[in-house]
T-cell receptor, first 112, second 115 residues
Framework: GDSVTQMEGPVTLSEEAFLTINCTYT??????LFWYVQYPGEGLQLLLK?????DKGSNKGFEATYRKETTSFHLEKGSVQVSDSAVYFC???????????FGTGTSLTVIP | EAGVAQSPRYKIIEKRQSVAFWCNPI?????LYWYQQILGQGPKLLIQ????????DSQLPKDRFSAERLKGVDSTLKIQPAKLEDSAVYLC?????????????FGQGTRLTVV
């Protein structure tokens, strides 16, 4: 079945460090891919998305490219800030039944 | 636009009691989802509605969980009787689901503690 495998955390980085969180997926057809972010005590917020192969989603300095050949959607940011501390979830949406499948989440802590 | 509204935000009940959660999706969103998020894990789909019809409830523990979406707008999720392992955050999400607007929007969730 469709699924998402996400890099396990927790991840701790110093401010201004480079961030990569790995995400790979298994799906039939051509799903849409997402990164959601969850701050403590809150629901999930959409960070970025890509709906077809080679699309690059970007927002707030974060980027991820939909790589069909490697079935990946890795999240990157060139210089993290303390305010980026949160849990990040990779997700896919099937193009048939519109179901969303989430990874297990990666906790990021950025220290000054 | 207003976001997805959920209530209550927090609920503490004893095992074997019943509990209900309410969700009001974004206006015009035909697809509504209920997810269960256990601490330290990703959200797990419980049930998906398209308007007021069920699309997927394959992971809903139907012996104790039930959900409805009357008139294709608001939805309620009920647990009866609750077990200790039901302690989790219950998230409601809605989606327009047409080309270019594929993302789901989430409410703040209801944190359930079963003691």
């Amino acid at each position: 079945g469709d699924s998402v495998t996400q890099m396990e955390g927790p991840v701790t980085l110093s401010e201004e460090a480079f961030l990569t969180i790995n995400c790979t997926y298994t799906a039939t057809g051509y799903p849409s891919l997402f990164w959601y972010v969850q701050y403590p005590g809150e629901g999930l917020q959409l960070l970025l998305k890509a709906t077809k192969a080679d699309d690059k989603g970007s927002n707030k300095g974060f980027e991820a490219t939909y790589r069909k050949e490697t079935t990946s959607f890795h999240l990157e940011k060139g210089s993290v800030q303390v305010s980026d501390s949160a849990v990040y979830f990779c997700a896919l949406k099937t193009n048939t039944g519109n179901q969303f499948y989430f990874g297990t989440g990666t906790s990021l802590t950025v220290i000054p | 636009e207003a976001g997805v509204a959920q209530s209550p935000r927090y609920k503490i009940i004893e095992k074997r009691q019943s509990v209900a959660f309410w969700c009001n999706p974004i206006s015009g969103h035909a697809t509504l989802y209920w997810y269960q998020q256990i601490l330290g894990q990703g959200p797990k789909l419980l049930i998906q509605f398209q308007n007021n019809g069920v699309v997927d409830d394959s992971q809903l523990p139907k012996d104790r969980f039930s959900a409805e979406r009357l008139k294709g707008v608001d939805s309620t999720l009920k647990i009866q009787p609750a077990k200790l392992e039901d302690s989790a955050v219950y998230l409601c999400a809605s989606s327009l689901a047409y080309r270019g607007r594929v993302e789901a929007f989430f409410g703040q969730g209801t944190r359930l503690t079963v003691v």
